[in-house]
């Protein structure tokens, strides 16, 4: 399911919006002295508070999250810049990386938690005045991070994808296969020896032939 994210240029304090489009590249803050791959919510969580001088952890365990571990190659990213003006689009097409040289907490550094993006439009921001009413609307969420999935028709409209919309409604097509498994199970049961199996299975068959 492709989810569209709202993700400010602003790790670590500092607008790094250049270093977003020279990059391709978006990114959070937090440095916590190493990566974080493969780390349970909790585990992570842990992470952000022993690392030092990480005083606001809580306020940033949201963002972490979102870019390491819910993002996914496919979804779209928006990203407001700080002059009010300026929004820039991509599609996200890397897993979580982690960039050791950032992971310093000092001014201008600090954002080693990225993910490789696509940028539409050859790296030109969309106007902010341009955009419909119910997107403008949820920028104004005062985060650094949100996910803004509710919006996906709209920004498949902006970037002329309509295919972005169509694959999220169709059907799945290898779940034909999945249902003939499924009855060839309720038929070995009730064909089985045991009793309260084969009880089971009737039961099961009886309740949805009245459906």
Known sequence: MIKVWLLRPLP??????QYFLDNNRIAVGYPVGGSLANLSHDE???RLRNAP???????????????????????I?????????????AEIISDYIFEPHLDENRE???FPHQREVRWFFDKQPVMRNELPEALLKSLRFPGATAELSKHLPLIAEIIGDANLV?????????????????LQVLEDALNS????VSL?????VLRYSKL
Do not use: C
């Open 166 to 182: 169509e694959t999220e409604h169709q059907p799945d097509t290898n779940i034909g296969h999945l249902i003939d498994k499924a």
């Open 44 to 46: 992570l969580r842990e």
């Open 12 to 17: 670590h304090g500092t607008n790094q919006m």
């Open 193 to 196: 020896p045991d009793v309260n």
């Open 53 to 75: 001088n990480n005083e606001n952890w809580e306020s940033g365990i949201g963002n972490v999250v979102r870019l390491v571990r819910f993002m996914k190659p496919g979804d």
């Open 108 to 110: 201008g550094t600090g």
């Open 200 to 204: 089971q299975a009737a039961d099961i």
């Open 77 to 89: 990213v928006v990203v407001p810049d700080e002059n009010a003006r300026d929004v820039y689009l």
